[in-house]
């Protein structure tokens, strides 16, 4: 016998049988006295917060892999045991069923296949887990005492399914496959690899350099020349599955996302398919105030507003007001008390301090001009996670006793830029992060002189120097050029036998650049 009811609802059904033989249970036609008995037709509904009943399991709902940490615990969120101040990423699941009649037997919600993708909770901030609880992937209600509204976490990224269900002991389940209401959910995160990888030591960017800065760094491997840096946006959820990610930036470092081929990343996203990274690049168009304060946002169609991605960025670049100078228009001044190194490292006889002047010392006399270069690092904080060098090339030649300026170690930069890092004497970059500075010292107007009488020397130099830094394991022009120059004229005084600064020509150490090369310049 099989019996079909148009609606849900408690139905009265009497009943009578005839046997093999003919003879009927009840002898009597009226159906009042046949054998009563009472049959529920049942549904159960379960739906997924703003989804219609058409697309729960097709394509049914989105969650975000939650591994945010809104309650600032240093605790992934979906590890947190129990409630979650400000935790945004749960959806809201709602059961029901009909008839309003039914009165018995027990509503049982289900993870089927022991999906470990998905949690079940209480409280949109997680409260009381419900599923899984223990090896159980299920939950048991009586009917009536079940709670309307629960609320689902993406706890890994894939798919998986819930299942509504009515039983009436626990054991059996009454129409089969048509018994469950089904629901289905695909968990979605977005990983932005900047410098390709996950690690957070190589979230930083150089800003996009500006007309006039040095186009490429000395060192090597040099990341590309106009300071972009790669990164990859990375969908994680179920092979195969493609949706469009959108990209946003906020913070104090303002930063650029652009495809490859240089067009801007569209508003509306690129499609992205899981196994399938796309690559783009960044650069900073406003250096960082604090570390960390550059956000980039991963959003998708089909998460909505969720944040399902975000990559903290500092944006690096020395400003030329940050660059400071000292030479012999601080002649005399000690080092900076920020650090502790001084020239007495490089020579233990040196004077500590910038400037020029003239040590006598043994058989011979030394003229030196002495110099600081400082650099305060922005943000202002010395970032150890990435390498910094501070380089230099030079233009500059000397005369003396003999001397052909333009034969080996006479002579440097006759019709350009030469390299001088680290340029002979030098204390290489200094990292302080008490002052959040890195600096240099060097002697780049150290001349032997020979007490003979009437013989004189003249060292002129220009010197530009910039800042390099490594991200990624890569390098990057990351300052403009700090200019300046050297002039030291000295002679042999024979009333004092000795040697002095010739103070009818200029001797300087100071800012500023000499107007064309070496090759064009004379002694006087």
């Known amino acids: 016998m099989a019996c079909k009811f148009s609606d849900t609802g408690k139905f009265k059904v009497r009943l009578r049988v005839k046997d093999d033989d003919g003879v009927w249970s009840h002898d009597n036609p009226d159906p009042e006295t046949w054998t009563n008995c009472y049959m529920y037709v049942f549904t159960m509904d379960l739906d997924i917060d703003g989804v219609p009943d058409s697309h729960e399991v097709d394509p049914g709902g989105f969650l975000h892999y939650n591994h945010d940490d809104d309650n600032n615990n240093s605790t992934a969120d979906k590890d ?31 993870i089927p296949y022991s999906d470990n993708d998905i949690r079940v909770w209480t409280a949109s901030t997680k409260g009381t887990r419900v599923i899984p609880d223990g090896s159980d992937y299920f939950k048991r209600w009586s009917v009536g005492s079940e709670p309307s509204t629960l609320y689902v976490e993406g706890y890994q990224t894939g798919e998986a399914q819930l299942w509504l269900l009515f039983t009436p002991d626990g054991q059996v389940y009454p129409g089969g496959t048509h018994n469950h209401d089904p629901v289905k959910f695909t968990v979605l995160d977005v990983d932005l690899l900047v410098n390709d990888t996950s690690s957070d030591t190589d979230d930083y960017v150089a800003k996009e350099k500006p007309s006039g800065a040095r186009s490429t760094p000395v060192n090597t491997p040099a990341g590309a020349t106009d300071n972009h840096i790669p990164m990859k946006v990375s969908l994680k959820g179920p092979s195969g599955f493609s949706c469009k990610v959108k990209l946003s930036d906020s913070g104090g470092g303002d930063v650029t996302i ?10 509306g996203g690129e499609t992205v398919t899981v196994g399938t990274d796309l690559e783009l690049d960044i650069f ?5 105030n604090d570390l960390d304060d550059a956000t980039i946002t991963a959003k998708t169609d089909k998460t909505g507003n969720t944040i399902c991605g975000e ?3 500092t944006v690096i670049w020395i400003y030329e007001s940050d660059m400071s100078f000292r030479g012999s228009d601080h002649d005399g001044d000690p080092q900076t008390d920020c650090t502790d190194a001084k020239f007495t490292d490089i020579y233990y006889w040196m004077h500590n301090k910038v400037g020029k002047f003239i040590y006598k010392h043994g058989e011979t006399d030394t003229a030196y001009q002495q110099e600081e270069l400082k650099i305060k690092t922005s943000p202002h904080e010395v970032i150890s996670d990435v390498e910094w060098d501070i380089r230099r090339e030079v233009s500059g030649v000397w005369w003396g006793p003999g001397v052909d300026p333009r034969s080996p170690g006479g002579y440097k930069g006759e019709t350009g830029w030469e390299d001088d890092s680290p340029g002979g004497i030098d204390e290489d970059v200094i990292q302080n992060s008490n002052c959040k500075e890195i600096f240099s010292i060097d002697c780049p107007g150290k001349l032997e002189l020979v007490y003979t009488s009437g013989f004189k020397y003249t060292q002129k130099a220009k010197f530009r120097e910039w800042v390099e830094v490594e991200i990624g394991g890569k390098w990057y022009v990351c300052s403009p050029y700090e200019e300046w120059r050297m002039i030291m004229h000295v002679k042999f005084q024979d009333a004092t036998a000795g040697w002095v600064e010739d103070s009818s020509k200029t001797n300087e150490i100071v800012p500023g650049t000499i107007d064309g090369w070496a090759g064009s310049w004379s002694e006087d």
């Open 258 to 267: 652009k495809k490859t081929d240089g067009s801007p990343y569209p508003a």
């Open 284 to 288: 900073g168009t406003q250096p960082s």
């Open 80 to 110: 947190d045991p129990g409630t979650v101040t400000g935790e945004d990423d749960l959806v809201a699941i709602y059961l029901s069923y009909e008839p309003s009649e039914l009165d018995t037997g027990l509503l049982e919600l289900k």
């Open 311 to 313: 990559e903290d960025l």
